[in-house]
């Protein structure tokens, strides 16, 4: 348990301190945001505000990580590195596509068929690996059968799990890009969530069925539990650090380079803790602003009618006259809401097989 201290710990201080860093650096170099001028009258001073933050956090993360490990001479697992690799492989395609955006000076980064092929690249490379290295009990870091809480009786099969696999990371990658879009909003949004995989992987730890003494009849069959819940730690450390800095009115933004690595790591969290549609209840608030998009182009195209006033949904709101932070305050409590239900239908599922 010393790991999971270790690495929130050391991730929080590395972001908070880190962070400022990065603000001078990048404000040093002009690479300031873009504002799209038909967005919200109200965003257009934040116009030149240092992007590309996610690049604290990754690192905060990463660094987290390995510096556990030495600490605490423990060693790193497959399961950790495959969901570090996710995370940072998906923050490189958004680090492009911020840096193209600031070089040119335009609101759209890497063309879509670029970005597109980028996720795939890091999404199918994920995929496969983690239906490798098995260990001593034959369990690789995934599994090709469906889960909620645990796995059950719907087998996949290779193919058919990328395809799946790949649908989360993309789901959860712009589900973030999405919500980033008030100041903190995904960021204290993705804080909560790392802390309920924090919590899943210690639990989970706990009930494994690799403990011969205390494993009862409803088990875990997850590969590392533990690690999982070290890397969700660092996550969440790191992500409080950024918050500070991330917060009204935002010094930094994460930009696409942190949102899409925030989405693949919690795509690969839910994945490697066999929690993958549990994902879609904890990650509440990222499903109700993708379902707005969905909502808005689809009414749009099919009667030529707005349902929102502007999407994503948080925007809307503030069409409406509320303030950016009471937007930000209630979907966050909308957010925590999420995960306590989430956390409890974990708990109720466990509950069940006793």
Known sequence: MKQILFSGVIGLFLSLVG???????????GYGQFIRDDGPRGHHGKRGT????????????LIAYALTKVITSAQPTFSGVLVLFLMAGMGLV?????????????????????????????????AVLSLNFADSRGQTPASDRLSFTQDFGWYLGPVIF?????????????????????????????????????????????????????????CYEVRDPLDLAVVASALMGACFGFLWWNTSPAKIFMGDTGSLALGGALAGLAICSRTELLLALLGGLFVLITMSVIIQVGSFRLTGKRVFRM????????????????????????????????????????????
């Not at 240092?50 to 993360?61: E, H, N, S, V, Y």
């Not at 209630?330 to 995960?339: D, E, H, K, S, T």
């Open 19 to 29: 962070t400022p860093l990065l603000i001078k650096l990048l404000a040093k170099k």
């Open 50 to 61: 240092p992007t590309m933050g996610g690049i604290a956090f990754i690192l905060a993360t």
């Open 94 to 126: 958004g680090f492009l596509d911020d840096y193209i955006k600031i070089v040119k000076q335009r609101s759209l980064g890497l063309r879509a068929k670029a970005k597109m092929a980028g996720q795939l690249i890091v999404g199918i490379a994920f």
């Open 162 to 218: 990328t395809i799946w696999a790949l649908f989360m990371i993309l789901a959860m990658s712009n589900g973030v890009n999405l919500t980033d879009g008030l100041d903190g909003l995904a960021t204290g949004a993705s804080v909560m969530v790392f802390g309920a995989y924090t919590f899943i992987g210690v639990w989970q730890y706990q009930e494994s069925c690799a403990n011969q003494i205390t494993a009862g009849p409803n």
């Open 311 to 354: 999407a994503p949904l948080q925007h809307h709101f503030e069409l409406k006259g509320w303030t950016e932070v009471l937007v930000v305050v209630r979907f966050w409590i909308i957010q925590g809401m999420c995960v306590i239900v989430g956390l409890g239908l974990f708990y109720a599922g466990w509950a069940a097989g006793k």
